[in-house]
């Protein structure tokens, strides 16, 4: 019997595993939430798909993602990254993804966290209840307050588009359609 998923994972079965498997599960890993917002970033402009095809690219690239790694990368290293055919090869981008890792390690000094700012006091994953795609929004308020907070602290290529993918990736909210299987798997894994 064929499952219900939601249209925009396709057919593609790196994309299908995502979908089925990461993508809307709560994540509260300091780590993958890093390294989620990161690519976020390089996705900006092309399709996940493309992104999924390269991450394990992006994660010898970048140090698997440890940011307190990459926060230390030099002209070398931004040399070695945009001459990276694997890899999302704009400099923008790469500079963003080593200044995040460097406005993280600011936080962690703080004792603050990425996990603090997509939980913010230990919020609930937000269950939406979507029937088609359309529904499904770029942005939010919450996206939008949340892209001015990481801004605030030093990371760039966080705007609220960018922010809500995040958000929905770390399964802040569950944007999973409503006959999509994996919906009430991950309002199961909310609770």
Not at 33 to 50: H, N, P, R, Y
Not at 58 to 73: L, N, T
Not at 107 to 116: H, I, P, V, Y
Request: one cysteine or more; a positive charge; charged letters at 25%.
């Amino acid at each position: 019997m064929p499952v219900d998923r939601c249209a925009w994972c396709g057919s593609d079965p790196l994309y299908v595993a995502y979908h089925d498997e990461e993508w809307g599960v709560p994540c509260r890993d300091e780590q993958t939430l890093f390294e989620l917002l990161i690519l976020e970033g390089m996705q900006a402009g092309l399709s996940w798909l493309t992104i999924l095809r390269k991450r394990e690219n992006f994660r010898r690239a970048f140090s698997s993602f440890r940011p307190e790694v990459i926060a230390h990368y030099r002209e070398s290293d931004r040399t070695r990254l945009l001459s990276n055919p694997g890899i999302v090869r704009n400099r923008a981008k790469i500079d963003a993804a080593i200044g995040n890792a460097r406005a993280l390690l600011e936080l962690w000094q703080r004792g603050d966290s990425l996990t603090a700012y997509l939980w913010q006091e230990g919020a609930a994953p937000i269950q939406n209840r979507w029937c088609t795609l359309a529904e499904v929004p770029a942005e939010t308020p919450e996206s939008r307050d949340l892209a001015k907070r990481l801004k605030s602290a030093g990371f760039r290529f966080v705007g609220p588009t960018i922010c809500y993918a995040w958000m929905q990736a770390a399964g802040r909210v569950n944007d999973h359609l409503v006959h999509c299987h994996r919906h009430e798997a991950c309002a199961r894994l909310a609770a």
